[in-house]
């Protein structure tokens, strides 16, 4: 069969990411805002192990994109971390597929942590604020979230039958 993902095949993927940057707009209470998983970095790692020469670092540079457009951030802010998260999720994406779950998860989170204080260097300095601890918050909760979002992803990519 043809490496070429077909129609239904893309449009299952695109899906993850819209669903993704949902997620990651949708107004949270006070008390859990601050442990919000970042949605379309866990997605975009698990797209760029499960089909990586579909998914790779253009794939998170117009996600990035998408992202500076729905947060109002400063252009390429979001596209640089999301660019940089698929490379080294491209980059490491075979050690990752044989970690043990939990594993696994604390990579992810670390991948993601890269991408996420990558955001926040870019922040403090176009804006000359210092990081606060806050920032950090959400890292713990893409940890804790991986196993449970990889698990539900491998499924919608195995009824998509993506490969």
């Not at 077909?6 to 601050?34: D, E, G, K, T």
């Not at 760029?48 to 994109?65: D, K």
Request: net charge positive; charged share 15%; proline share 5%.
């Amino acid at each position: 069969m043809d490496n070429a993902l077909n129609l239904r095949q893309r449009a299952v993927i695109l899906a993850s990411f819209l669903l993704a940057m949902i997620l990651a707009i949708v107004p949270l209470p006070a008390a859990v805002r601050l442990l919000r998983p970042d949605w379309v970095a866990l997605v975009l790692v698990y797209w760029c192990m499960a089909v990586p020469e579909r998914i790779g670092v253009g794939s998170g540079w117009i996600l990035g994109l998408f992202l500076d457009a729905l947060y109002g951030s400063l252009l390429g802010e979001q596209a640089l971390a999301k660019a940089v998260l698929a490379f080294l999720a491209l980059r490491f994406t075979l050690r990752l597929r044989v970690f043990p779950r939990w594993q696994q998860a604390l990579a992810v989170g670390v991948l993601v942590a890269i991408s996420d204080l990558l955001v926040i260097l870019t922040k403090s300095l176009v804006h000359g604020t210092t990081p606060l601890w806050r920032d950090t918050a959400p890292m713990l909760a893409n940890v804790v979230l991986w196993p449970f979002l990889f698990a539900v992803l491998r499924e919608v990519r195995r009824r998509a039958k993506i490969s």
